[in-house]
């Protein structure tokens, strides 16, 4: 289970992260050509559909992605499993991974990772979105360990057994854009 569910997150996010990075013009069809796996997708939609342009070749490039990585994984799989046949939980602890893609699409999804490392995660943009969230989630809890009264009253009654906790609950049940109205509410000085 815990091999699969972490292929099936690897698969979910990079997927994910190309059509986001995308969307936010943070990468580009063009760089991403140089990703075999994309770029092998992007040909064949372009070959049967030669019109087809912006969100549309992204959503059928990224959803054929998708299509490989999971046919390639079951495929991988299931052959891995009856090598190995094993019959109890103990025999598989032992075994090698039973759950894993063919060695050309691991090697592909690793190049994918890599690209999406250095040309999104690392962008400049990206680090600087990083570093506001970090400081507004840092100002909250530093404001909220000052004075509790400004936690809602329900996190407040949970504050008096354990207040970095209560805090800390009720920051990650924030979205982003509560947090930024939070952090407004709390720290912006506003003419009325």
């Keep these: 289970e815990a091999q699969l569910a972490a292929l099936a997150d690897d698969i979910a996010y990079n997927n994910h992260d190309v059509d986001d990075g ?26 049967q ?5 912006d969100r549309r070749l992204i959503h059928e490039t990224v959803r054929r992605m998708i299509n490989t990585l999971v046919s390639d994984l079951t495929e991988q799989s299931r052959a891995l499993i009856a090598e190995h046949h094993p019959e109890s939980v103990d025999q598989v602890r032992i075994a090698p991974p039973l759950i894993a893609f063919s060695a050309a699409i691991s090697e592909e999804q690793h190049e994918l990772k890599v690209f999406l490392r250095k040309h999104l995660y690392q962008h400049y943009r990206v680090a600087r979105m990083s570093n506001k969230a970090r400081r507004i989630v840092r100002d909250l809890f530093q404001a909220f ?46 003419e009325s």
């Design 22 to 47: 995308l969307r936010s013009e943070l990468i580009s069809v063009e760089q991403l050509a140089s990703v075999r796996i994309f770029a092998r997708h992007l040909g064949a939609v372009h070959g």
């Design 145 to 190: 360990m000052a004075d509790s009264r400004l936690l809602p009253p329900e996190f407040q009654s949970r504050a008096a057994a354990d207040l970095p906790r209560a805090i800390a609950d009720y920051v990650a049940g924030m979205t982003d854009r509560y947090a930024i109205r939070e952090h407004r509410r709390l720290f912006a000085v506003e």
């Design 49 to 53: 559909y030669p019109d087809l342009v």
